[in-house]
């Protein structure tokens, strides 16, 4: 990939060097952490879906809704259960009929490596805004997430793609931990799944207060129930050995990533007699994790929405934001690019899944 950034650098003029460098980082981004499969999509190649509302709302292959949550009993759980499974990478088996799958997905995902003069075409005179979650884009995946630390090679890069364009974390953890792993007052950072946004730092001489600087907290009067939820979940989950909630402030996320499977329907038990009686409060899925959130009409779509807006970008033509991310909440931001018909999307990916991600990234020995 690098002999072939500098092939391009000679015939390119000083601007469109800046642009190959910042798709050459973006995509660095996406492969560091992973050998595994990446899609992405620009609008140049695809019509733009008429945009709606705005929001996006949550799938309902993804959402548990609050009649699953109260009704069905020990069937209900089974289903929680085997969505579950579904979602776990570790259950995706190597048959003749996924290498076919996954050639037909390949063929209509080309890899953004064959598409890369297209990507920089499309770029082109257009302001890159830079949009990130963090586990399992930035830092890999581990069994801890407290221990979920990115490299700082890494974080180097993010450095310097936030050098040249305005950059966002957006991430379904809690923003102050989020900030605490990454460590660049420079960015902006989406936590909560995009429900608590803050503003870059301006600099020691200028620097804005912690509540000046805070752009978005649209889930403010939920924080009493979230917090209350936690305190039940903690007490519910102790007694099933690796389950672990940890509070986003805005939101929950119940991990069993270290939960031996067998136990996974004792867990999906203990959330759905304490989410029964929430019914302001939805149940999404995500790798290995049951986030828990408020009902109101706001996710990373929204959230990148926002961003583009605060940043003067909502009605422009000449913008080209890049979101990058892994897990299922992301294809709200993804679907937003598509609904916009602009930019570009990567779903970092052991595996072909559907997706509002369209190309697709090999792992970075491909690209040599």
Known sequence: MVSFIEEKQSKMTAQNV?????????????????????????????????????FVSLSTKNLLKNLEINGG?????NAWVESMRASSPTHIKSTPLAADYHSSWILNHPSALDMFEQIIEASKGKQIVMFLDYDGTLSPIVDDPD?????????KTVKKLAKCFPTAIVSGRCRDKVYNFVKLAE??????????????ETGSNNKKSDQESILCQPA?????????????????????????????????SVHYRCVDEKKWSEVAQQVRSVMKEYPMLLLTQGRKVLEIRPTIKWDKGKALEFLLESLGFANCTDVFPVYI???????????????????????????????????????PKEAS
Do not use: W
Not at 26 to 54: E, H, L, R, Y
Not at 147 to 155: C, D, E, I, L, V
């Open 220 to 252: 403010s009067e939920f924080l009493p129930m979230i917090d209350e939820v936690y305190q039940k979940l903690v007490e519910k989950t102790k007694s099933t050995p690796g389950a672990k909630v940890e509070n986003n402030k805005f939101c929950l």
């Open 73 to 77: 009993g020990g069937a209900r759980i």
């Open 18 to 54: 800046v642009m190959s460098d910042a798709i050459n980082m973006t995509i660095t981004v996406a492969v560091s952490n992973s050998s595994s499969m990446f899609t992405t999509t620009t609008a140049a190649q695809k019509p733009p879906v008429p945009p709606g509302t705005g």
């Open 325 to 363: 991310g892994d897990d299922r909440t992301d294809e709200d931001a993804f679907k937003i690019l598509r609904d916009r018909g602009q930019g570009f999307g990567i779903l970092v990916s052991k595996s072909p899944k559907e997706t509002n991600a369209s190309y697709s990234l090999q792992e």
């Open 147 to 155: 221990q979920a630390f990115m490299s700082n090679k890494m974080r």
């Open 187 to 200: 960015l902006y950072y989406a936590g909560s799944h995009g429900m608590d946004i803050k503003g870059p």
